[in-house]
């Protein structure tokens, strides 16, 4: 049984943490030598919060977890439970995996919850002693004043302290909770199906990482409460029978019972908007991760705007959510609050009807009782939504790792006279046999040969390797591998890191000769040459300063790497070089590093390559058998002729391309909070003083409904008039509590409404090459998920909570001061000793929740990256590695966040001495000055004191969770500070460009100020209605001079013109309006087709519908409502581009650029697509990139770039009649049709 005290030394003292100069975060955890009174009083945190309070504290300060801890631990305790055939909930398995831990930790609250009990005694006898001038005889038996304050104060501390370990235990528990589910996402992501990728976005599964696991976390820490509180208040009401009567306790009890009946029910409803906020929180994060990942485009068509729209929308309807559940706990939370008043009126009400007289022992004691229900009463308001919320995301999850894994190996061939057979098998993304993706498939890929597979777009290439690799589901014939892969998908997956992890890709042993090797093969020495780091180098995100042909030969040399394999599946990896590079990398590799090995090799350009595979299959309609594969004669002599030297391609790249994550240091300051309130639209101390003098209003009532009971017991213990003044102002105590906190509602809504709007605008608006070029996408997506939903859920509660128990606190010190003065000298040395120890405390806790802020977006970013790139992962069999390296993320993160949350209880611990030391005095003051202290006047002291340790630790904590929420704005607040595109911003034109004349003028650009001109002295005239074919070798600066072109990139010098204006004149998004382009990579959103053609929504049904039949894709789409996946991975990326195509055909511009826009097309397509835009783009000004030379041959002009400089200019027939010319060359080697030429 596991209770998680196994660990503790008995004989040990706690550890001494500075014995010598080792970095703590290489140390061993203290928890795992430290004695048991460290542990359960947390004093092995005290060497770290005294540095935490000299210093900023860094990673190299906090200890790695224990042992016990790490997700290795304590994953297995879960799977264990988990058995996916019989569909298990969440909330289950959780429960099975740490019952005797959980059942240990409502053990010791409900020990707190037995001695609280005794403080209303205590303080009955203390009156008792009061009372009579001659004691005889007290509730305790005791009549030595001095011997009740020694009672009251212990057991004021010794409940506090069991408490505080309560919660320590509690969060102990959260932590491994959260780290064992945070894995268990992880791992089901590795091995989703296709159909499950359809159903849970990678936005959802980032929620879920992001949002769920707090949700449980939070739930289970608090979720005791749930069931003590309802038992305690069962017993406080038994407890006043004996005080007041069994009737007076029964109706006071019926009174609290509609309380709680209310606080169970609004938990459900709570329950049931935080699954509407899930769901409406997980489309806003899904759409912002793909507009981040298509933030080119987004940008290069000037949807900013429409974007924002979108995601504005979406917003307003999550604020909706937000305020009717964040309304809906105010309410519970108000009239909790409130709840002991009420009843302690209903009690007394009842008991003076019966004729018995309100005596002050009998009032305060009733006060006392009701006092210790608003623990009870707070707690189970907090702990019914909080564990109501968990299971929320328990049920979300529980449908997450139950949905469809990927199937395992149905048959493995035992002889291999074939590497991968397939037999008359049908294939279906869904499961659904009567509608698959590939039918009737027959094939074998026998060792040593290659298959180069060609086809139309659409035809079923891409699936057919799928299939292959087991992605797809067999629903009848029969698929049979006696293989390992080696993989190359059609979109280069690239992970954030060195180009040689990419390369090497997490493989046991590094073989520096086989990587040198597949280094040349993949013509990729010239550009390592070129890096300050050479392949050590750290590439970004999804390899975003990488152009395309980089990429590709990144994930080829990748797939060459590991020789080990049997199968090389090859899908695409040319399209995206020019002839020259892939004539050397056909030679290099399929010819050179493959000889010998089976491998299959999906083309859609480079087709002069057919002639050197051994057979090369033609698929049609996603139905071809073994004999549409065709013998070729295989022509080893070809590796001579094909192989060419590459030329070293210009590099926008430095050490590393990524900039490491802000990280504010020290407290948070004044002006944080004066940034957020300001967010609201009105002045941030205007909003203070109004919410300062709301609490006091109230609080005042509160504290006279207290003090009117007193005067009640005093002047009419008989008068029921009394009593109905007791609950108007407990009625007036309703109404005010409740007022201000709409008004902070209301505030709050505005700031996280606002401050989303802001934040979205700057991002958009923020430079590619500064800011998106340099920042990890899960990172930004990190703020707009895990910092954005602290702001949302998080910062209204924790506010509500600090000005509420602030101003208790207030009350008490005001009350104890005004009925016994001379306590008031404990107020200078408490309240130094206070605010010492929160200082100290604050410092350490800021910068180990800033620390855990910035730990978690590697996380976020894993799990992103990982969703991307799962084909590839599998294929390598790498899925074991990834789910390591998860695990060291995760424990990384977790020892922040559990330090954070340890170090609130030691904080808490050490203000309960304080709070209790602070009753003594108070009892203490009344024994010595019993003659002279009134009986009023001593029990207001008495059981307003008694309530001062636990408002102490109460605002203590609540301050300093507000205070690490704020930082989550001082990130946000960053992004607020961005540089601006806009910021230089021309004049709005409209109707123009009117004639799209082109003009460059001696014009050069860098991406960044310290990187080297990857465009020089660029100088070159377009003529309106021309076409432009733009060439040269991968690399030699064709896509950066389309950058320039949209201004992407800032001119260095010079300047470009169109129509005779300085687009430097215009604003940008008038000047990207003004032009369209078909990128190079295919970008759609998740959403209908209508969405994703015209996001602007300026086009008609009819115009749509004829831009999808010009591109040949009414086939395929059957309506405009049909529904984009996200990615747009339910269409081909052939289809993709085509949809690209069709959006562009809708903008009617003047100017037209098309980026390698049909590299992913079939020639046939292209040649129907090529004569569409001819059609449609006539008298319009088209600037042509392209690999595949025959595509620009019917142009009026050619330019040839090379090494960032324009070399040739001038007609196709001009260029090609000087043999020795650059055109001349790539064309020779192109083997380009030259009867293409006008």
């Known amino acids: 049984m596991d209770t998680g005290f196994q660990s503790l030394k008995t004989p040990r003292a706690s550890l001494d943490l500075q014995e010598n100069d080792v970095p703590w975060s290489q140390r061993p955890h203290p928890l795992e030598s430290v004695n048991w009174l460290s542990y359960i009083t947390v004093w092995w945190m005290d060497a770290l919060i005294r540095k935490g309070a000299q210093a900023p504290l860094t990673e190299r300060d906090v200890w790695p977890l224990a042992k016990a801890d790490t997700v290795d631990s304590v994953y297995p305790l879960v799977t264990a439970k988990w058995d996916p055939a019989l569909k298990p909930r969440l909330v289950v398995v959780l429960w099975q995996a740490f019952r005797y831990r959980i059942v240990v930790s409502f053990l010791l609250f409900s020990l707190y919850a037995v001695l609280s009990l005794l403080q209303p005694i205590a303080v009955k006898s203390m009156m008792q002693y009061l009372e009579q001038e001659d004691v005889t005889a007290t509730a305790l038996g005791l009549t030595n004043g001095y011997a009740l304050v020694i009672v009251l104060f212990v057991v004021s501390m010794t409940s506090a302290c069991i408490m505080d370990f309560a919660g320590y235990y509690a969060a102990h528990i959260g932590l491994n909770l959260k780290s064992a589910v945070a894995n268990m996402v992880y791992v089901k992501t590795l091995s989703l199906s296709g159909l499950a990728k359809a159903k849970f976005s990678s936005g959802e599964v980032v929620t879920m990482t992001s949002v769920d696991l707090e949700r449980i976390t939070m739930g289970f820490s608090l979720g005791h409460w749930t069931f003590i509180s309802p038992v305690m208040l069962v017993v406080i009401f038994i407890m006043l029978a004996f005080e007041l009567g069994p009737l007076a306790a029964f109706i006071g009890g019926l009174a609290m019972a509609g309380f709680i009946y209310f606080g169970i029910a609004s938990g459900q409803l709570v329950g049931h908007l935080r699954r509407d906020i899930l769901a409406v929180q997980a489309q806003r994060v899904k759409l912002t991760n793909e507009v981040l990942q298509g933030i080119r485009v987004v940008k290069l068509y000037a949807w900013e705007g429409s974007i924002q729209d979108q995601l504005n929308d979406i917003r307003v309807r999550e604020i909706s959510c937000l305020t009717k559940y964040h309304n809906l706990r105010i309410i519970n939370n108000v009239l909790l609050m409130v709840a002991p008043v009420v009843s302690l009126a209903c009690c007394l009400m009842v008991f003076v009807g019966q004729g018995r007289p309100l005596t002050m022992p009998v009032a305060f004691t009733a006060l006392a009782y009701m006092n210790i229900t608003r623990q009870p009463c707070g707690v189970f308001s907090t702990s019914v939504i909080g564990f109501t919320e968990a299971l929320a995301s328990c049920r979300r999850l529980s449908d997450f790792f139950n949905a469809e894994e990927l199937a395992p190996e149905v048959a493995t061939l035992t002889t291999p006279e074939a590497n991968v057979e397939l037999s008359h098998a049908d294939f279906s993304w869904t499961n659904d046999a009567t509608a698959p993706t590939l039918k009737d498939i027959s094939l074998q890929l026998e060792p040593g040969t290659l298959t180069i597979v060609v086809g139309a777009v659409g035809s079923g290439k891409s699936s057919l390797v799928s299939a292959i690799l087991g992605d797809v589901h067999v629903t009848s014939g029969s698929r049979r591998v006696f293989a390992r892969f080696s993989y190359v998908s059609q979109e280069s997956w690239i992970q954030h890191a060195t180009i040689k992890d990419n390369i090497v890709f997490l493989s046991p042993l590094f073989d520096q000769d086989l990587y040198d090797r597949v280094v040349s093969a993949c013509q990729l020495g010239p550009d390592l040459a070129m890096l300050p780091k050479g392949d050590a180098t750290e590439i ?237 996408v899960g990172r930004i997506l990190n703020r707009f998920s895990s910092d954005l939903d602290q702001i949302d859920s998080n910062m209204l509660h924790f506010g509500l909570c600090v000005l509420e128990f602030g101003f208790e606190i207030l009350a008490v010190l005001v009350v104890c001061a005004a009925t016994t003065p001379w306590v008031i000298v404990m107020y200078v040395p408490v309240g130094y000793v206070y605010f010492v120890a929160q200082s100290g405390y604050n410092k350490a806790a800021n910068e180990i929740k800033r620390l855990d802020g910035v730990t978690k977006s590697p996380l976020i970013s894993l799990v992103s990256e990982t969703y991307q790139g799962l084909s590839t992962i599998r294929a390598f069999e790498k899925s074991a590695s990834f789910a390591q390296k998860q695990r060291t993320t995760i424990d990384f993160n977790m020892r922040f966040y559990f330090t954070f949350f340890v170090g609130a209880r030691w904080f808490q611990m050490r203000l309960d001495f304080l709070g209790s030391l602070f009753v003594g005095t108070c009892a203490v003051v009344t024994v010595l000055t019993k003659s002279t202290v009134g009986l009023a006047a001593a029990g207001l002291s008495l059981t307003y004191s008694t309530q001062l340790s636990v408002l102490l630790s109460r605002v203590a904590i609540f301050t300093a969770w507000l205070d690490n929420s704020m930082t989550s704005v001082e990130r946000l607040n960053h992004y607020n500070q961005l540089e601006s595109e806009h910021a230089d911003e021309g004049t709005d034109v409209h109707d123009w460009p009117s004639q799209g004349a082109i003009a460059f003028e001696s014009y050069s650009m860098r991406y960044r100020d310290h990187l080297d001109l990857v465009l020089t002295n660029i100088s070159f005239n377009v003529e309106p209605g021309h076409q432009v074919g733009i060439c040269g ?96 991975s339910n269409l081909s990326v052939g289809q993709r581009q085509l949809v690209c195509i069709a959006r562009a055909l809708l903008r009617r511009s003047k100017v037209v650029v098309l980026d390698e826009a049909t590299a992913n097309i079939d020639p046939e397509s292209d040649r129907l697509i090529q004569a569409t835009m001819r059609d449609c783009f006539e008298n319009v000004t088209r600037l042509i990139i392209a690999h595949r030379l025959d595509t620009i041959l019917d142009s009026d002009r050619i330019l040839v770039l090379d090494g960032g400089v324009a070399v040739e200019y001038d007609a196709p027939s001009t260029l090609l009649a000087n043999k020795c010319g650059a055109f001349a060359q790539l064309a020779q080697h192109a083997y380009v049709d030259l009867d293409k030429l006008k």
């Not at 087709?1089 to 996001?1095: G, H, K, M, T, V």
């Open 540 to 776: 970004g995100e999804r390899g975003i300063n990488l152009s395309g042909g980089q990429k590709a030969r990144i994930s080829l040399a990748r797939a060459m790497y590991h020789t080990d394999a049997d199968v090389f599946l090859l899908d695409d990896p040319l399209s995206a070089l020019d002839v020259h590079v892939a004539n050397a990398v056909f030679s290099d590799c399929m010819q050179g590093l493959l000889r010998g090995k089976t491998a299959l090799l999906v083309l859609r350009s480079h087709y002069h390559l057919l002639p050197h595979a051994h057979r090369t299959a033609f698929p049609h309609l996603m139905n071809f058998t073994q004999s549409d594969f065709v013998a070729t004669k295989s022509q080893d002599n070809g590796k001579e002729e094909l192989a060419e030297g590459v030329a070293a391609e210009p590099t926008v790249m430095k050490d590393s391309l990524m900039v490491k994550e802000d990280n504010i240091k020290g407290k948070v300051t004044l002006q944080t909070y004066k940034s957020y309130l300001g967010a609201s639209g009105y002045s941030g101390y205007s909003v203070g003083i109004v919410v300062t003098v709301l609490f006091t209003i109230s609080q005042v009532t509160l504290s006279l409904t207290d003090w009117f009971m007193s005067v009640w017991a005093q002047n009419g213990p008989l008068s029921l008039w009394y009593g109905w003044g007791y609950v108007a102002l407990a009625g007036a105590s309703v109404i005010l509590v409740y007022g201000r906190s709409i008004f902070v509602l209301v505030t709050a809504m505005l700031c996280s409404k606002n401050f989303h709007s802001k934040v979205l605008h700057n991002v958009l608006g923020a430079p590619v090459p500064t800011f998106f070029d340099v920042t990890p």
């Open 1033 to 1128: 070798r991968t690399g030699s600066g064709k896509s950066s001079l389309m950058a320039a072109l949209f201004r992407m990139v800032p001119a260095s010098s010079g300047r470009i013109a169109i129509d005779g204006v300085d687009i430097a004149s215009v604003s940008v998004t008038s000047l990207r309006r003004g032009l369209t382009i078909i990128p190079q990579d295919p970008v759609l959103f998740s959403g209908s087709i209508r969405l994703n053609l015209d996001p602007t929504k300026c086009a008609t049904d009819a115009e749509l519908w004829t831009a999808v039949k010009q591109v040949h894709l009414s086939g395929v789409i059957p309506s405009l409502e049909f529904a984009i996946c996200e990615r747009g």
